[in-house]
C-alpha cells in the first residue's frame, strides 16, 4: 500500500465502515508510516471540528416568518384579528345572541311601569 | 415517522398556526445551520432560512410521508441554498464574490450564537470563534454539491441513507464525493494552521 491508496481509505476508517481487510492494511501501512499517520490526524481532527459547526436560528425568527406569511398572505394566515375572531365556534355565537335576546325579552316585559295595562 | 410527528404534520396541512410554529421550533436552528454552513452569512442565511419554512408551509400538501420530514425539509433547504449561491455568484462583481449581500461574514463569528448552554472562559470563546471562522473559510472553498455533503454528513452527523434521501445521491457517489470534499478541507487546515 502507498500513501495516496492509504489515503483514499481515510474516510472510511474514520466512519467506522472500513472493511476488515481494508483495515487491516491501513493499519499496517500506519504502523510503518510516520507521514500518513500525521495526514491521518490532522484528517481526522478537520472531520471531527466540523461537528462543532453549530449555529441556532436568531431570536424573533418564527416571528418573523409568521410575518413574512401573514404579508404574502394578504392577512389569511397569522393575522391576531382574524384568529380571534375566527376561534370562536359560531354556535356559541347563536346561542349567546339568543340568550340575549330573552334577557332582552323579559327585561322588557318587566321593565314596563305597571306592566301591561288592560283596554278600559 | 412517529405518530407524533405524524399528527403534527396533519396539522400543518389543515394550516394549523400553532403546528407550523412547532415545526418551526423544532427545525428552525437546524434549518438554519445549514443555511448559513452553505452560504456563510448570517443575513443571507437569515432570509433563506425563513424562505424554507415559508415553502414548507406553502407545499405542505405535497409532502406524501415517503421520506421523512426531516430530510423533505433539509431536501428544501439545500436546494434553496444552491439557487441562492447560484444568484450571489452571478451577482458578485469581485473574483471572490465576497461583496454586497452574500459578505461571508464568518469574521463576526465571536458574536454567534453557539447552541450549547455552556459558558466558556474568554480564551475558550476566542480560539472556537477562530475555529469556526477558519472552517466556514474551508468550507467555502468547497463546490456547493462538496459543501453540503460535508455539511450533513460531518455538521449535521446524518446517515448515508438520510444523505441520500436529501441529495438523491447513491451512497457510493456520497462517499466518494464526500472523502474528496474532506481531503480539500484537511489540505485548507493544514495551510492555514501552520
Known amino acids: ?120 | 415517522m412517529s405518530v407524533a410527528e405524524r399528527l403534527l404534520i396533519g396539522r400543518l396541512k389543515d394550516r394549523d398556526e400553532d403546528a407550523f410554529g412547532e415545526i418551526v421550533r423544532l427545525y428552525g436552528d437546524k434549518v438554519f445551520n445549514l443555511v448559513y454552513r452553505m452560504l456563510g452569512s448570517r443575513a443571507e442565511a437569515d432570509d433563506i432560512a425563513q424562505e424554507v419554512f415559508i415553502t414548507v408551509f406553502k407545499t405542505i400538501d405535497t409532502f406524501r410521508g415517503e421520506a421523512k420530514f426531516s430530510t423533505w425539509l433539509l431536501r428544501i433547504a439545500a436546494n434553496q441554498s444552491k439557487n441562492r449561491l447560484k444568484y450571489l455568484a452571478r451577482r458578485a462583481t469581485d473574483p471572490e464574490g465576497l461583496e454586497g449581500g452574500g459578505a461571508l461574514d464568518v469574521a463576526a463569528a465571536p458574536h454567534s450564537m453557539p447552541l450549547s448552554g455552556q459558558v466558556d472562559g474568554p480564551d475558550v470563546l476566542a480560539e472556537a470563534a477562530e475555529l469556526d471562522s477558519l472552517l466556514q473559510r474551508g468550507i467555502a472553498e468547497l463546490d456547493e454539491e462538496q459543501r453540503l455533503l460535508v455539511i450533513l454528513r460531518d455538521v449535521e452527523e446524518m446517515s448515508y441513507d438520510e444523505i441520500g434521501e436529501v441529495t438523491g445521491l447513491p451512497e457510493g457517489t456520497i462517499k466518494s464525493r464526500l472523502h474528496r470534499a474532506r481531503m480539500a478541507l484537511k489540505e485548507w487546515l493544514d495551510r492555514h494552521t501552520r
Request: charged share 20%.
Open chain 1, 1 to 120: 500500500m502507498d500513501h495516496e491508496q492509504a489515503a483514499e481509505l481515510f474516510s472510511d476508517f474514520v466512519d467506522g465502515s472500513i472493511a476488515p481487510r481494508d483495515k487491516a492494511a491501513l493499519e499496517q501501512h500506519l504502523s510503518a508510516c510516520i507521514q500518513c499517520r500525521t495526514n491521518l490526524e490532522s484528517f481526522r481532527r478537520a472531520v471531527g471540528s466540523l461537528g462543532k459547526l453549530k449555529h441556532g436560528a436568531p431570536p424573533g425568527f418564527l416571528p418573523e416568518i409568521q410575518q413574512q406569511i401573514y404579508k404574502r398572505s394578504r392577512g389569511r394566515f397569522f393575522s391576531r384579528r382574524w384568529k380571534l375572531f375566527g376561534r370562536i365556534p359560531f354556535e356559541w355565537v347563536s346561542l349567546a345572541t339568543i340568550i340575549a335576546m330573552l334577557i332582552y325579552y323579559i327585561a322588557m316585559l318587566h321593565g314596563t311601569p305597571g306592566g301591561v295595562k288592560p283596554a278600559p
